[in-house]
């Protein structure tokens, strides 16, 4: 039976990339993190300071942005110093009560802070 027929080879089956090999991803830090913001009396004006990891997270920054939120076009953003200080809780970032009021936010609001 199998001696007259030839078998179609050259079709090629189309594979979904989710079943394909997984190349190496390169893996990309983040250059931004999301704290909350507290006032602290002792923090000078323009400088910010940051708990050990985020300042690690975004490979230690001598400048950071804070950007608060307020919409596509009315973002809040002020640039500060970058200072770690061990004091500081993780996911928060201390700031001056001036900058606070500059940047017209509340205390305890969620803000990005960028490494600038």
Request: aromatic share 2%; net charge positive; proline share 8%.
């Amino acid at each position: 039976m199998s001696e007259g027929k030839d078998v179609e080879r050259g079709r090629k089956l189309l594979i979904p990339p989710f079943l394909s090999p997984q190349q190496e991803k390169k893996e990309q830090k983040k250059s931004e993190r999301r704290a909350r913001v507290r006032s602290a009396g002792e923090v000078e004006e323009g400088v910010a300071k940051l708990p050990p990891d985020i300042y690690e997270a975004l490979d230690k920054p001598a400048e950071v942005e804070i950007v608060a939120p307020g919409g596509s076009s009315h973002e809040k953003k002020k640039a500060f110093r970058a200072v770690p200080d061990e004091k500081v809780p993780s996911g928060e970032v201390h700031v001056s009560a001036e900058d606070l009021r500059a940047l017209g936010v509340a205390e305890n609001t969620v803000v990005t802070v960028r490494k600038k």
